[in-house]
């Protein structure tokens, strides 16, 4: 037999993101309040968000019901302060509310440079690009209001496409429904409609490139592989290198991998004008391993399209 003694210790506030006095923060943070205990009662009016005006958003639960988390529905504003503030309605799961208010004021970035266009696929004035060529824009951070009017392919007969957005809002790929045209100049635009997630908006830009005559659907494809398909004593300290039909880009740690029963890591260089791809592994390779060297899809030509993903082996000394 036992007894137990009332819980009458007031909740407290353990940490709090952004911290009070914080500057510089992005405008689409999310704020997180951590208790030394589960609370409840959290709600719009007892933890409230105000930027000068009251801040829409979400609040959840996590770690037991001891840290919540403020998702706005909008940001935050640019080069505003904030304010949050948690009120006595908050209490833990014995009723103790917490012993009085909490408040803090964090001020936001004052961002007013506007976003651009770091990369595109295909590259402006690429040819011979197949007709069924999806359009990839990498902008130099996340931008909002990628639509069809604002994301503009014209090929002189009327293409459409989808819109899809990766990279966190920083990619944003142009996907046809069709085929575009032919042998014609197809010309990009992209306008001022769209903005980071400060509102700056984008200097309109435009770019073009030429579709192939009838539609070319040829993909780059890896020649060689050194060491070989199928060596056997090749040295442990041996650098690999695959040689492709053309030049490509995408080569990464995804894309261009090595194996040696777990991953090897190293560094990729180009030479041969982008043709030939080398890796040169950070440790000698294991000795009398096969080692597995893999290309993928990621693997791109300089208009855009994909290699064939192919496999070769060998097995160290």
């Known amino acids: 037999m036992f007894t137990t003694a009332p819980d009458t210790t007031a909740p407290t506030v353990m940490s709090r993101t952004p911290a009070p006095n914080a500057t510089m923060v992005p405008i689409a943070s999310t704020i997180v309040v951590t208790f030394d205990e589960p609370v409840m009662g959290v709600s719009s009016s007892t933890f409230t968000v105000n930027n ?27 080069n505003a302060t904030v304010t949050v503030t948690l009120t006595t309605g908050i209490t833990d799961l014995a009723g103790n509310p917490l012993a009085s208010p909490v408040s803090w004021t964090f001020s936001t970035i004052n961002d007013t440079t506007a976003p651009m266009v770091s990369s595109t696929l295909p590259l402006a004035n690429a040819t011979n690009i197949a007709t069924n060529n999806n359009i990839v824009i990498n902008f130099s951070e996340p931008v909002t209001n990628v639509t069809a009017a604002s994301f503009l392919v014209d090929d002189g007969a009327g293409i459409t496409g989808i819109i899809g957005v990766s990279n966190g809002g ?6 046809p429904t069709g085929q575009m045209a032919g042998a014609v100049v197809v010309n990009v635009q992209l306008t001022s409609a769209i903005t980071d997630l400060a509102g700056n908006p984008l200097p309109l830009t435009n770019y073009t490139f030429s579709t192939a005559g009838t539609g070319d659907m040829s993909r780059p494809s890896a020649q060689t592989f050194s060491p070989a398909n199928n060596a056997t004593n090749v040295p442990t300290n041996t650098t690999i290198a695959v040689t492709f039909s053309e030049p490509v880009v995408g080569v990464d740690a995804t894309t261009f991998t090595i194996d040696a029963g777990g991953p090897v890591a190293g560094t990729r260089v180009a030479s041969n004008g982008g043709r030939t791809w080398t890796f040169n592994p950070s440790a000698a390779l294991p000795s009398g391993t096969l080692v597995t060297v893999m290309v993928t899809t990621g693997i791109v030509d300089f208009e855009g399209q994909t290699i064939f993903a192919l496999t070769s082996s060998f097995t160290t000394q």
Do not use: D, H, I
């Not at 000068?52 to 935050?76: K, Q």
């Not at 920083?170 to 996907?175: D, S």
């Open 52 to 78: 000068g005006a009251v801040v829409t958003g979400s609040r959840s639960s996590s770690n037991g019901g001891r840290t919540w988390t403020f998702s706005p529905l909008t940001m935050l504003g640019n």
């Open 170 to 175: 920083a990619t944003w790929t142009f996907v």
